[in-house]
């Protein structure tokens, strides 16, 4: 979220899209029914089914499965065509000014420099003009047609109501009634804000789908004011603190860009990641790379990463491919892996194909489970009849399963969704031997370092070298461990002796062996330890900040300044320099957050902006990026600068309405394994669109073994819609056969109004809805693992597989 | 002595310094429980937590019973709301609500086990031989297939035969040290829930 659960309340204007808050999220929902009822505010849905979401909305709207970028750009359409944007805003924060280089172009599908061999992109005619000064040029009257809001403007011109209906299948009453309301933000007194979830992530245009609300709420001029933001709700309980600390392979913990193999040094592999301003004053804020990035080998590698050495950067793993998990199971699929570690996660159940991932992990020599729960993956090579119907004698993969505690028996922190992270204390022990992953991991690492010491190996310097500071080696303490990645001096850190004032004496600014306040006193010459600098100052010298528990709002907007600690630099609502016009006044008087006060940035919440940065300085308010401005035209994007409708690679129309190029049905960049294409169904066979989605009453596949939560949705069921029931003859409760090209799944259908066939492109598309928690381990009733169904692609960005759009068959069992 | 205290009140006072103690060993209780039986939760223990679920983090408060001393294990017999946490103000939905019957699921992994190659069932083992086995497949497969220079002779040091996916649920503090050991072991196939 760029902002937080409880800022939800300062909105004029809520779109629920890609979401269901009121069944998935119950009790941060009760914002938006706050902002309802206090502020007046409006409540928009647009989901393929009427969700409970939908049911206390005052605009609800259908939306055929995989069609969220038509809609959205058929919303950029409707604002640029009558006007409706925050100009000043626009202007002023985004790169709609900016001027595109001369080669870029759109044609029937494809964005130039594509290959369509290897399925990628050259982006060389993608970005900006860069000028002799170095910095972008720029077209102030944004009349060129070369600048970003005229390409922008020419690129959405075809997503017309007309079309946006064919290919949706929302009414185009409902979307023209939807997009006026949305436009009445673009007054600098009004906000909407956007909640979303996988409903929009997992597709294989998952990230431009939020990318095209982005752009809507920069042209709305929403970003980084209090009610605004695009808000992305998430799933477990700590995913946002793990995706912070990085436990992927793109990125080293603060999301800082891991080393690749063509990285021939450390000084190349800095310069790659450390950001220059693209226009005059900006903060570029990337240009502290090298200070993160030393701090956190020296978190890591401690008195052996010295200057000599580069920080041992040679002890970092270089990265040769992409490793997300659909690639990891494609290895092992094919005999390419030896090993997998599987900590509190449940592939089986949760990753597409269940069929390709039992035969991956098959393949495996051996397999370590560590859960609290007894997991469908952790017993992939038991029978259980045709709910996993498998030949255990077959399967040569030795599995270790290792019992794990669950939140409640353990100490250690949390990372909301709204960035804040909580402290937690142990309750009790754990049942039996259940021990925590930190514990877990420290043990296994404890012995593999003693096994490299005593009898040698491949590369053992960065095993024996690794910092290992902690009281008990075998159990480090969860506080010892957060000390350790919000850091610490490791010498006296003294004044930059500033070139104008040679006179002056340096002073003392942190004393060694000192927590760190904030990352701004990080240091690129070693003389900084910090693991994450994005949790730099979560434990600072007046403790640990994650356990504070004042919940006092002095500005009555929600900003619990003194509750936990929120990434970064305990700021609540990011870019919020935006919540202020160019010249640093509010733009709304009703919703004071941040201004300028003549000679510092002041308000409610910590500045996302150097603090004395004068407005007549023009220092843009996304700092993270170069341009110091937000990007409508993103080159960073695998499929095209701007977001374009693309079918799901299971498409129940075959073509592509917005264009007539067999080659751009579905998305060119992403990335499909050979035998995945192969395994994609067509609508002759299959012909309904299908998605999965999560009940009120069920997280996961956790609570199927909670005896409460099994009593209230014991037993799995499919949904279809009345005009669909009525057309194949189903009645409730009738069991039924749901088939995949990839798989089937047997389950009692429930009958509803919620969801109905809509008219798209000259034909009735019809939707199957499959909640997705059942399996065969649990307390509830067993039943088959619903992504036996899914098919193996994901995002062209993320990686993120499509779960929410593909294609199916419904027969009577 | 007749206290009357609302129930909000009422957890303020037992969270205030006396935590641990029944308010009716000190001599007063809300009138209503004492007449009837004593309360359920007067001789629980407090603990503030977070639930697991979505990412709204509900704060929660989990009472245990036990009385702390040598040997008598804590048990956690009840999760409600926290009342003070800023966003769900001690409500739960039906996910949170029923988190204890999840804590106390009759299938918890409760010993070290391990399911030999080509067998049908699990067998248990203790931790100590769990681990030491696990390192040993570890390190062998390491050893064999680590790729310390890559063809232009680039120093790599990346092992990537094994590989690892993180929990969203684990805490910051075990992210943390798993990212750090697996990648100090040159891991790259390292992948988390949060990517799905």
């Not at chain 1, 993608?126 to 170095?134: A, F, L, N, R, S």
């Not at chain 1, 937690?424 to 003693?450: C, Q, T």
């Not at chain 2, 009837?36 to 937590?49: G, M, P, Y």
Request: proline share 6%; glycine share 8%; net charge positive.
């Amino acid at each position: 979220m760029t902002n937080s659960w409880v800022d939800i309340k300062n909105t004029d204007l809520v779109l629920i899209m890609g979401g269901n808050a009121a069944e998935a999220h119950p009790c941060g929902f009760k914002w938006v029914t706050e902002a309802m009822q206090t502020r007046k505010a409006k409540l928009i849905v647009v989901d393929p089914r009427f969700t409970r979401s939908a049911a206390v909305a005052d605009t609800y709207a259908p939306i055929r499965v995989g069609s969220d970028i038509a809609f959205l750009g058929g919303v950029i359409n409707y604002l640029l065509s009558i006007d409706k944007i925050h100009t000043e805003y626009v202007k002023a924060y985004t790169d709609a000014t900016f001027m595109t280089k001369e080669g870029y172009n759109f044609d029937n599908g494809f964005f130039s420099g594509y290959n369509a061999e290897k399925r990628v992109y050259d982006k060389a005619t993608w970005g900006y003009e860069v000028g002799k000064d170095g910095f972008v040029v720029v077209d102030e009257t944004m009349q060129d047609p070369r600048c970003v809001f005229q390409q922008m403007k020419k690129h959405y011109a075809r997503y017309t109501p007309e079309v946006v209906e064919k290919v949706t299948g929302t009414p185009k009453a409902s979307f023209l009634k939807i997009a006026e309301q949305m436009g009445a933000t673009s007054a600098p007194n009004k906000v909407m804000t956007i909640l979303y979830a996988l409903g929009w992530t997992e597709h294989s245009v998952g990230s431009q789908n939020i990318r095209t609300m982005a752009m809507i709420q920069l042209l709305l001029g929403n970003m980084g004011r209090p009610g605004g933001g695009v808000n992305a709700l998430r799933g477990h309980a700590n995913v946002q603190g793990i995706t912070d600390m990085c436990l992927y392979s793109d990125v080293l913990p603060g999301y800082l860009g891991a080393p690749l193999d063509r990285d021939t040094s450390r000084e190349e592999y800095l310069k790659r990641l450390t950001g220059k301003p693209l226009r005059p004053n900006q903060m570029a804020f990337t240009q502290n790379f090298p200070k993160w990035h030393t701090s956190q080998q020296k978190a890591w590698w401690g008195d052996a990463a010295t200057k000599d050495n580069d920080f041992a950067y040679d002890y970092l793993p270089k990265k040769d491919a992409a490793y997300d998990v659909l690639h990891m199971f494609e290895l092992m699929h094919q005999g390419k892996m030896n090993g997998f570690v599987c900590q509190g996660f449940n592939p089986l159940a949760a990753l597409p194909n269940k069929k390709k991932i039992t035969a991956a992990m098959s393949k495996l020599k051996y397999m370590v489970v560590a859960d609290p729960l007894e997991t469908e993956t952790s017993e992939f090579w038991k029978n259980f009849g045709p709910l996993n119907d498998v030949k255990p004698e077959e399967i040569k993969t030795t599995v270790f399963r290792l019992p794990t505690t669950t939140f409640a028996e353990e100490t250690g922190s949390f990372t909301n969704s709204s960035r804040t992270l909580q402290w937690k204390e142990k309750a009790a022990d754990a049942p039996g031997e259940g021990k925590p992953d930190s514990e877990i991991m420290a043990r296994l690492f404890v012995k593999i370092r003693e096994m490299y010491k005593k009898d040698g190996g491949k590369a053992p310097e960065p095993i024996v070298n690794l910092s290992w500071p902690y009281q008990v080696a075998d159990a480090p303490n969860p506080g010892e461990i957060m000390r350790e990645f919000s850091g610490r001096a490791l010498v006296d850190l003294m004044s930059i002796p500033d070139p104008k004032k040679p006179e002056e004496k340096p002073t003392l600014l942190v004393a060694g062996g000192t927590q760190l306040t904030a990352f701004a006193q990080l240091r690129d010459d070693g003389s900084t330890a910090c693991g994450n600098w994005l949790y730099c100052g979560s434990w600072s010298p007046a403790g640990n900040l994650t356990a504070r528990r004042d919940n006092s709002d002095p500005s009555g907007l929600g900003v619990f300044q003194n509750w936990g600690y929120s990434w970064p630099a305990n700021r609540r609502i990011l870019y919020n320099r935006a919540s202020a016009d160019p010249a640093g006044k509010h733009w709304d008087p009703s919703r004071k957050y941040l201004s300028w006060n003549g000679k510092a940035w002041a308000g409610v919440d910590v500045p996302d902006m150097r603090p004395n940065a004068a407005p007549e300085e023009n220092v843009g308010p996304f700092i993270m990026n170069p341009e110091g401005v937000a990007r409508l035209h993103a080159i960073g994007m695998a499929e095209g600068p701007f977001p374009e409708h693309y079918e799901p690679f299971e498409t129940p129309l075959g073509v592509n309405p917005m264009n007539t190029n067999p080659k751009a049905i579905s998305n060119p960049a992403a990335r499909v394994y050979k035998g995945d294409m192969e395994a994609f169904g067509k609508a002759a066979e299959f012909p309904y669109a299908a998605t999965t989605y999560r009940l009120t009453e069920h997280q996961h596949y956790w609570t199927k073994h909670s005896r409460s939560n099994a009593i209230v949705q014991p037993a799995p069921f499919v949904e279809i819609g009345e005009d669909l029931a009525k057309e194949k003859g189903f009645k409730n409760g009738d069991m039924v056969k749901v088939k995949s090209n990839r798989g089937e799944v047997k389950a009692a259908v429930v009958v509803t109004k919620r969801m109905k066939g809509l008219n798209v492109n000259g034909k009735v598309v019809h939707t199957v809805g499959i909640p997705i928690h059942w399996g065969f381990k649990g307390v509830t009733q067993n039943g088959y693992l619903a992504n036996s169904l899914t098919p193996y692609v994901g995002d062209a960005n993320s990686q993120t597989p499509e779960y929410k759009a593909f294609l199916v068959n419904i027969e009577k069992a | 002595m007749d206290v009357k205290v609302s129930r909000r009140q009422f957890f303020k006072i037992s969270a205030g310094g006396m935590a641990g103690s029944s308010l009716a060993l000190l001599g007063y209780a809300p009138t209503a429980a004492a007449d009837v039986r004593s309360f359920k939760l007067a001789r629980t223990t407090e603990h503030r937590s977070t639930c697991p679920y979505c990412s709204v983090s509900c704060g929660l408060i989990m009472y245990t019973i036990g009385d702390k001393s040598k040997n008598i294990k804590p048990v956690i017999m009840h999760v409600e709301g926290d009342p003070d946490h800023p966003v769900n103000r001690g409500t739960l939905c039906p996910k949170g609500a029923g988190v204890l019957d999840m804590i106390h699921s009759p299938n918890r992994v409760k010993y070290p086990q391990v399911r030999e190659a080509g067998f049908s069932e699990w067998k248990r083992i203790s931790w100590e031989e769990a681990l030491t086995r696990i390192a040993k497949l570890m390190k062998e497969d390491r050893d064999a297939n680590f790729i310390e220079k890559n063809a232009a002779g680039t120093t790599v040091n990346r092992w990537n035969t094994t590989g690892f996916l993180a929990s969203s649920a684990s805490s910051n503090e075990s992210g943390y040290i798993s990212v750090k050991t697996m990648r100090a072991m040159g891991i790259v196939a390292l992948d988390t829930q949060a990517r799905i």
